[in-house]
């Protein structure tokens, strides 16, 4: 059980071009959702969490206007980068958790995004 | 803020013992947690420790203190799939749901 899907898994777009990036929790509901990104050979940064029905709430430094994130359902959250430029070019990675206060946060596979 | 400081790279053999350390500085600080994440993947659950103590989960255990602010993965029996990123978290609350903040990695390589 708690697995989380992510789609697409690779994106290659043109800069200027919005991507939207889909985390699903497959057999479970996710209360809160959790989006991160990660640049080659670091650590995984939060980006912002989602909880289902309310706005996201962004770390210092992530732009709400670019990386807009939308939890719609407590299965689905998506996350788009608007006009994206090469260096948002990374891993992106969703994780859920059903927020009842466990610990674990179950992770999407990952999509990694190339902007040229 | 937050801080977490692990080793970036480690090196053992086969069936080899290793002890990745882990120490810690935050604030509303509620467990600590370890994660792996093979090069291309995404990050899979280890360990998790609330509380004082060693938690063992088959080859791999898990020890934190609270008082130190420290903790560490112990990996046993090492086999070559265990090469890989090993990423301590401190959990954080966040409104219903914990928050995670991720050291920067340890680059675990088995050696043959």
């Known amino acids: 059980g708690a697995v989380v899907s992510q789609h697409p898994s690779r994106v290659i777009c043109k800069s200027g071009t919005s991507v939207k990036i889909e985390c699903r929790s497959l057999?479970?509901?996710?209360?809160?959702m959790f989006w991160y990104r990660q640049f080659p050979k670091q650590s995984l940064m939060l980006m912002a969490t989602?909880?289902?029905?309310?706005?996201?709430?962004?770390e210092q430094g992530v732009e709400k206007d670019k990386f807009l994130i939308n939890h719609a359902s407590l299965t689905l959250s998506t996350l788009t980068v608007t006009s994206a430029h090469p260096e948002d070019s990374s891993f992106y990675i969703c994780?859920?958790?059903?927020?009842?206060?466990?610990?674990?946060?179950?992770f999407g596979p990952g999509t990694r995004l190339l902007v040229l | 803020g937050q801080s977490l400081e692990q080793p970036s790279e480690v090196t053992a053999v086969e069936g080899a013992i290793v002890q990745i350390n882990c120490t810690y500085q935050?604030?509303?600080?509620?467990?600590l947690s370890w994660y792996q994440q093979h090069d291309g993947g995404a990050p899979t659950f280890l360990s998790y420790?609330?509380?004082?103590g060693l938690e063992e989960t088959g080859r791999f255990s898990s020890f934190l203190s609270r008082s130190d602010s420290y903790g560490y993965l112990l990996l046993q029996e090492l086999q070559m799939k265990d090469s890989a990123s090993y990423f301590c978290?401190?959990?954080?609350?966040?409104?219903?749901?914990?928050?995670?903040?991720f050291g920067s990695g340890t680059q675990l390589t088995v050696l043959p």
């Open positions: 994780s859920a958790s059903t927020g009842t206060g466990g610990e674990t946060q179950y």
């Open positions: 057999d479970f509901q996710a209360t809160t």
């Open positions: 989602s909880n289902e029905g309310s706005k996201a709430t962004y």
């Open positions: 935050t604030s509303g600080f509620y467990g």
């Open positions: 420790n609330a509380l004082d």
């Open positions: 978290a401190v959990s954080l609350f966040s409104g219903s749901a914990r928050q995670l903040t």
